[in-house]
């Protein structure tokens, strides 16, 4: 079973940075298709970003070159860097792991989560 530990969410200012993590444990995170996920108040969850087995980093058009997603195999932990943040950013975000070779942007493709963390951006 694979248990998925988000950690770095906060309160930030628009324009501010902060360092989402993920501390994976149960299976090696290099054997994991990861991505992250986020949930709006009174929307659906949505994509924002995957990192494949290969390394390939994929994102939402929303926060395309703005967050960069990596991973720390060493480390069991996958980090989502977040620059410039908008209000718009404000929400819960999920940790979520497949292990399967291909990415995907669906939430469904999905068989692990985590608790998630809050992340607000005031304006």
């Known amino acids: 079973q694979v248990r998925l530990v988000e950690s770095g969410g906060g309160l930030v200012q628009a324009g501010g940075s902060l360092r989402l993590s993920c501390a994976a444990s149960?299976?090696?995170?290099?054997?994991?298709?990861m991505a992250w996920f986020r949930q709006a108040p009174g929307k659906e969850r949505e994509f924002v970003a995957t990192?494949?087995?290969?390394?390939?980093?994929y994102y939402a058009d929303s926060v395309k070159g703005r967050f960069t997603i990596s991973k720390d195999n060493a480390r069991n932990t996958v980090y989502m860097q977040m620059d410039s943040l908008k209000p718009e950013d404000t929400a819960v975000y999920y940790c979520?792991?497949?292990?399967?070779?291909?990415?995907?942007?669906?939430?469904?493709?999905?068989?692990?989560w985590g608790q998630g963390t809050q992340v607000t951006v005031s304006s």
């Open positions: 979520a792991a497949r292990p399967y070779l291909f990415t995907s942007t669906r939430e469904s493709e999905y068989d692990y």
């Open positions: 149960g299976r090696s995170v290099s054997t994991l298709t």
């Open positions: 990192i494949a087995l290969s390394g390939d980093n």
